[in-house]
């Protein structure tokens, strides 16, 4: 049988899988670096701060 865990992870990944798009692109190490330093020293979430930046960008070019 598969442990309480597991089965909430697969569920999870699951739903994630079906819901949700990764994205992966590449940027010059030092910046890379220094958005994780910023992000972690204040606590910030990479994702959602990437995420808002595509909505930004989406209403601006939306608006045009």
Known sequence: AMSTGKVSYTVRKRYEDKMYKQ??????????????????MR???????????????LQKIEKE
């Open 43 to 57: 606590g910030d979430s990479q994702a959602q701060i990437l995420k808002e930046a595509i909505e930004e960008y």
């Open 23 to 40: 994205i992966a692109f590449r940027v010059p190490i030092d910046l890379a670096k220094r958005f994780r330093e910023v992000t972690h």
